[in-house]
């Protein structure tokens, strides 16, 4: 079964305009990680986010945790048509060193 | 520095066949795994290992073996190949457990 689950699972909006994707979890965790991938392509490593920190930054995201409800949000501001990708927050089980992968978001920027 | 190499990028087996899919990184990353990603199902871990010598079972490991004899190479073996293992493999690795993964390009297979 799945640890993470994105939402939504698509997602559609305008350049300019920002995204917001969430992930949700069922265990304990060291810590969350975000991903993207462009169409066939390998995962790339966006952020990753302790279980001690509530927000995070780098660049045009901004990432937040709430371990008391499971979840995680991804903020892209200012999108761009190359942020076109799905989206994937990954979670490992505390106490294990299983990386778990939640089922995507499919973001897509309109030019 | 290559990062993370899959070999080979694609393949077409028929079923009852065996295969080794190749991950090679030269970054001496001691966390390395495999996971497999189907249409709509976002990616499952197959095996893991934390060092050489090390690994362990993922999520999905039945009908896939593996092996980490150096720090460098981390093989996935399918031992007699069905439809069902029709999928992109990808393997990744990460300095330490906790920390970001590189990932390959993948390996496409296709079982006929």
């Known amino acids: 079964s799945q640890q993470g689950e994105e939402d939504p699972q698509a997602l559609s909006i305008q350049e300019g305009e920002n995204a917001t994707m969430n992930c949700s979890y069922k265990t304990s965790i060291n810590n969350l990680q975000w991903y993207r991938q462009n169409s066939g392509r390998g995962l790339v490593h966006l952020i990753l986010?302790?279980?001690?920190?509530r927000e995070k930054h780098s660049g045009r995201l901004r990432v937040t945790l709430d371990t008391s409800k499971k979840s995680s949000s991804l903020l892209i501001t200012a999108s761009r048509a190359a942020d076109t990708a799905s989206y994937f927050c990954?979670?490992?089980?505390?106490?294990?060193?299983?990386?778990?992968f939640g089922t995507g978001t499919r973001l897509k920027v309109l030019a | 520095n290559a990062g993370v190499t899959q070999t080979p990028k694609f393949q077409v087996l028929k079923t009852g066949q065996s295969m080794t899919l190749q991950c090679a990184q030269d970054?001496?990353?001691?966390?390395m795994s495999w996971y497999r990603q189907d249409p709509g199902m976002g990616l499952r871990l197959i095996h893991y290992?934390?060092?050489?010598?090390?690994?362990d079972q993922g999520e999905v490991p039945n009908g896939y073996n593996v092996s980490r004899s150096t720090t460098e190479d981390f093989p996935l073996r399918l031992l007699s190949a069905a439809p069902s293992q029709t999928s992109v493999y990808f393997c990744a690795t990460a300095d330490r457990p906790n920390y970001g993964y590189t990932f390959g390009s993948g390996t496409r297979l296709t079982v006929v």
């Open positions: 986010i302790r279980s001690n920190e």
């Open positions: 990954a979670t490992d089980k505390a106490g294990t060193y299983k990386y778990i």
């Open positions: 970054m001496n990353h001691e966390y």
């Open positions: 290992s934390v060092g050489a010598g090390i690994t």
